[in-house]
């Protein structure tokens, strides 16, 4: 397919997955001098926040970054899968995946590719170079003498390579107490009997084996292309994410003494591990380094004792925020920038691009070409999964026994992802089909499809009426659907079965909004107020819901509120930035932007309020460079391209005010408005319009 070959920004790629890293932790490490290798790759490179989907689960995220597709087109929808022959579970399988992934589409391309780790990758595929599947660390034995053959199907490559794969693989028993104080200094004050030091010694040699694996693969022989990926920070962080200062309220003093350095130093070994893989990439390698979503290291990171094993998997979640971490660095990519917050989707299109490979029309993401030193040249195929020849997939007939998983099986359900349902598989195949559908209509509902979610959700809720969580969606889902007297018909059975909701509450008063009911919408918003105001953590939101209401006085108020509450994060400072704008207090809303770009620079909303709040002041100027910066983060968003246009024009700039208004037509052909990727002002009357009208409210 080489016919498809377009010029390659970078002669040699190496696309590293760090799942749940988060720069909240490591910029702090970086600024202190203890993740030198990451700080290196950042100054040769552009970084990003890049926006995770929904439902943040590792198997369908990595499968979504791998194959540039929501899930419901790659087929990966849980940790794991009922069997094939109905009997069991198995550890979603490469064979269950729909469509090429990027080392499919390499290997088409006559282009040579490894993979280490990923997830959903065993068995693995016979692609041009090595595939080392996720599941390398199976059937491991708990003494030292005993034999560890590799299980068939973790290994694709030459029969070399395989066994030092095998060879570079390290047992939990290899783990010396020297070797275990480097993740765990004090760990001579933990108690007798604690099984918190073992479990990191697990985690620790899982962590070592995948590095010394992803070693010897690149060291097997030339390469175009190599992805990598490790999960330590995400497994340890579900286990000792909590004992990290400051002290939750429920952690031990003595716990913290023990386990509180786990999560920074796993980072600190990550970065040494880096280091290495880039001496073995050599030279002239670019990199492409990403997480899959972030992890909750501070005063958000969620509470869950006291709960059942079916509870707990659905919570776990809850550890994982929205922003994870992209850096695009090396030859062929700008260095020293920061861009707006690409997504999970478009990973893989701009992988293909750097490579100078088409991008595949039924891919749901873009190429990042802000990245880039020089905009790349772009190609398109209709869909790679038409392209014949090659591709080292597996043939549809091949399966896998559902029980050679176990080790894996038994992870997920220490880390709480699955409930251990004590040997009963009719059971468990039955909730993993529920759940696997649960996710379908979360995918379908957050990507814009919510009218194709209703009916899997009120399938779920007419087989399972008292699992509110298929209840509350349902009704988010109708809401979103723009069904909204559906979603009310359903208010009274969500509150009877959860009374005292907040959620319910507050989406009761959005409803009414939307369809119009004013004193429908009063009065719930009364009650909303009334029986939740007073909460710190819902003080953002109400403030958001009287900016739908045109309250504009109240919504700041609360705002403020939300401020107060949360100091360190952008969000509570949009919301009363909003605020002041309509209010006209335009010295104030652009206090509260730069505030907010302190904490995450790259937030197109907030370089739009800050825009717009200096061109109602009159500061022409610096409204001009405030859209411009916006416009960098958002190139698409109609809202900044109108206001933009709108000040060029009034400062005389023919020739920037044409290629703004040329830009702003394009867009509004493409329908390219406020999505999630872009800024948002809703409900704003101090839009472009009412600002060349000299309009004063």
Partial sequence: MLFLMLPRPVQRLLILGWDAADWQIIDPLIARGQMPNLAAIIAAGTRANLRTMEPKLSPILWSTIATGKTADKHGILNFVEPNPSGEG????????????????????????????????????EPITGTCVSNLLMEQAPSTTSAPWPLMAGVVHGSPECATRVAAARVRVTDITRDELKELLPNAAQAGRGDHRPATLAKEFARMRSLHRAAIETLRSGAWDCAMVFHDTIDTIGHHFMEYRPPRMDHVKPADLRVYGEVMDRVYRMHDRLLGELLEAAGVGTSVILISDHGFHSGTERPVILDVSKEERATLESRWHRVHGVAIFSGPGFRSGESIGAPTLLDIAPTALAALGLGIGLDMDGRVVTEAFEVAPALATVPSWDDVPGNAGMHPPEMRQDPFEASDALQQLIDLGYMADMGGDHKKLVELTRRESQFNLAVVLMTTGRAALAVPIFTKLVAEHPSEIRYLSLLVHC???????????????????????????????????????????????????????????????????????LGQWQTSGEYAARA???DPNTPEPRLSAARAALELGNFEECAEFCMDATERDMAIPEAHHLLGAALAWAGELEHAAQSFQIALKFAPKNRDSLAFAAAVE???????????????LLESSQQGSGSTARTPSVQHSTRTADAWKKGARS
Avoid at 91 to 119: C, F
Avoid at 649 to 663: E, F, I, K, P, V
Wanted: aromatic share 6%.
């Fill in 89 to 124: 579970v198995r550890v979603s399988s490469s064979t269950t995946r729909k469509t090429k992934a990027l080392w499919n589409i390499l290997t088409q391309s006559a282009l040579r590719v490894h993979t280490v780790g990923w997830y959903a990758s065993h068995p693995a």
């Fill in 478 to 548: 109708q809401h979103a659907a723009g069904d909204y007297a559906a979603s009310l018909a359903l208010f009274e059975q969500w509150e009877h079965q959860s009374p005292g909701s907040a959620e319910s509450a507050m989406l009761r008063v959005v409803s009414h909004i939307a369809l119009g009911n004013d004193a429908a919408a009063a009065d719930a918003m009364e009650s909303l107020v009334r029986n939740h105001g007073r909460a710190p953590d819902l003080a953002r939101p109400i403030a958001d819901i009287y900016a739908l």
């Fill in 563 to 565: 401020v107060t509450h």
């Fill in 649 to 663: 024009h009034a400062r005389g700039n023919a020739s920037a005010a044409a290629d703004l208004d040329a830009r």
